[in-house]
């Protein structure tokens, strides 16, 4: 028994590494701002001039959020033609402080009944938007002054669609809890070109490549829109190319409380794993048992249960060991806490409340409130 539990805690920290540690093939598609060789050439932006950007924010009830995005675009150090915020169909004081703020706000028309909420959001912005190049950002994306000037930047030298995963910046304990999520995220879709699909958050294309792909409309009825509007843009020929977002593009995920993280994981949970790669599933499965055999291990023997198999100091060095690799890849991803790698087996345990959630709604049917709107995960397809 002691070689079974030895064997699937090696092969779990070995997945571990090659799925979410800072390896060359994950850092050289960082986005940076200062880094000698892939700093923005904003000379040559201004010499040849920069085609008319429309920046489109799909915005349901983000009063709280969207504040620190318009105020961080208005900031940038390139034009932009329009920042437009589609209101759909909030209810609280959304629209009225974007207007406040300068952004110009569309109404969304009342939503189809095959039409996701966002998509639909997204496909009126662009049907609205008079820009060459189209960005699509997420209502709780920050950007740094330097982001759209990167953004453009990379779209001009590799064309086709860049996408960016934002940083995840957190500020309460309990979004620490996110971290096994976040880390998931990257390897579910990969860094770089000829991605499976694309991170939702940040998208940028143009204009034209949007519409020949068949824009939002070709994936309304879809909960990930990114990852299915990646793949209508590959079936026409158009580059993908993904990115983390570093220092220049960040988000703060679940900022109103436990719950609304609880709930935001558990509505992306089983459609995020039913799109993910099998070999990475494998991988990620491999992991999940190598560092829940390593915590539940550590758990006994700590309690001096005589389930504690393995010596005392195995057990101590392989904790050790996942500790490390989790501390070294955390800043990849997130300002995510030292502290939070110590106390992996806490992730564990928020990990199996999310998955053991989705399943039973999943099964037994059953809804998420999500921005107001109740999301059924028997039929993620169709979420509104």
Known sequence: MELVLLFLMTLGLVSGIFLFAPLPGKTRYVLRSKEPGNQPNT?????????PISVIIPARNEEHRIP???TSL???KIDMREILVIDDGSTDNTADICKKLGAQVITAPPKPPEWAGKNWACHTGALKAQGEVLIFLDADVKVHPEGIAVLMDQLQNLGGVVSVQPYHRIQKWYENLSSFFNLQVVPSLSLGQNTRGLFGPVIGLSAKDYHRAGGHEAVKASVLDDVEFGIQCR?????????????????RMYPEGFNQMYGGWTKNFLAGAGTTPTLTLFAICFWLIGVGTTGVQAGFQAAG???GIL??????LFYLAYVLTLAISFPLYGNFSLLSALL???HLIFYAMVMGRAWILKVLGGTVLWRGRAVPLENQERIG
Request: proline share 9%; with cysteine.
């Open 305 to 307: 249960s005589t389930l």
């Open 43 to 51: 000379t040559i932006l201004q010499r040849t001039g920069v085609p």
């Open 68 to 70: 620190e995005l318009l």
């Open 235 to 251: 079936a026409h020929s158009i580059p993908l190319c993904t990115f983390l977002g570093g220092k220049l593009f960040e988000f």
């Open 74 to 76: 208005f900031i940038q």
């Open 311 to 316: 010596p005392g100091y195995t057990n101590l």
């Open 344 to 346: 992996f087996p806490m």
